[in-house]
């Protein structure tokens, strides 16, 4: 009779299947019916559907969302790590814990969070509730459909 030895992890196998269950009910269905969808579409109405002018005004936000946000991040970022290495001041750590606590944060938490910050009772995204009125908003979704 062969000893079976103990793993390392207790309850590695039922944690294991929990986020296997959660991956597919959150993640690969809806990318699944996603694909399944597109494969369905002609090629005409494939490009289409990508080229209607809301799809395109939201390529548009995002890339330039997202150069805007590399550019910031890639001087703001130099200047930081040039003066945490070069430098030593009082917050030096403190200041260097919040540079490394997305790292160790999971991405759905820094997601949740940020939602929670950008939404219109958020703290950022109430500002620019205010700031934007109502009439431009709707005259700016009229644009985009």
Not at 9 to 38: D, E, Q
Not at 74 to 79: H, K, L
Not at 127 to 144: I, K, N, P, R
């Amino acid at each position: 009779m062969k000893k079976r030895n103990k793993p390392v992890i207790p309850g590695f196998g039922l944690s294991m299947g929990i986020t296997i269950s959660i991956l597919s009910l959150v993640v690969l269905i809806p990318l699944a019916s996603l694909v399944i969808y597109t494969v369905k579409l002609s090629f005409k109405d494939f490009i289409e559907t990508i080229t209607r002018a809301r799809v395109l005004a939201s390529f548009y936000t995002s890339f330039i969302s997202a150069f805007a946000a590399a550019v910031i991040n890639g001087i703001m970022g130099t200047i930081l790590a040039w003066v945490l290495v070069k430098y030593e001041f009082p917050g030096r750590r403190i200041m260097d814990g919040m540079i490394e606590l997305p790292f160790a944060l999971p991405t759905a938490v820094a997601g949740i969070a940020l939602t929670s910050l950008t939404s219109d009772s958020g703290i950022v995204g109430s500002f620019f509730a205010d700031l934007v009125s109502g009439s431009h908003t709707q005259e700016l979704a009229s644009q985009l459909l």
